[in-house]
Nanobody
Framework: QVQLVESGGGLVQPGGSLRLSCTASGFTSNDYAIGWFRQAPGKEREGISCTSSSSVGVNWYVGSVRGRFSVTRANSENAVYLQMNSLKAEDTGIYYC?????????????????????WGPGTQVTVSS
């Protein structure tokens, strides 16, 4: 069955870095656009990035993470990575990856969760001193 599993979360000091992994099974993630989302306590889930399929090769970021976060792929591992640098306290939350319902290309409103049909269980990221 289609499955996405996030890993790599943990506790990090402000200004530090983490790399999250999104490992896919049951499908080839290389052929799909993959989104990253996060949800802080008491807040709605927000989309922060979308990486298109490898053939399309376009990444999108919301302004709050642009320049600090970056997405890469490891196709041989069927995985997508989120590198998070210069972390801030407001980056704290549960981070999710999700598969796009429309396939290879990210939607123009890529940060909407309505464009994704399969979600991982999430991994906790806590930024605190």
């Amino acid at each position: 069955q289609v499955q996405l599993v996030e890993s790599g979360g943990g506790l990090v000091q402000p200004g530090g870095s983490l790399r999250l992994s999104c490992t896919a099974s049951g499908f080839t993630s290389n052929d799909y656009a993959i989104g990253w989302f996060r949800q802080a306590p008491g807040k709605e889930r927000e989309g922060i990035s979308c990486t298109s399929s490898s053939s399309v090769g376009v990444n999108w970021y919301v302004g709050s993470v642009r320049g600090r976060f970056s997405v890469t792929r490891a196709n041989s591992e069927n995985a997508v990575y989120l590198q998070m640098n210069s972390l801030k306290a407001e980056d704290t939350g549960i981070y999710y990856c999700a598969r796009s319902v429309s396939g290879r290309a990210c939607e123009r409103d890529f940060s909407s969760p309505n464009h994704y049909d399969n979600w991982g269980p999430g991994t906790q990221v806590t930024v605190s001193s």
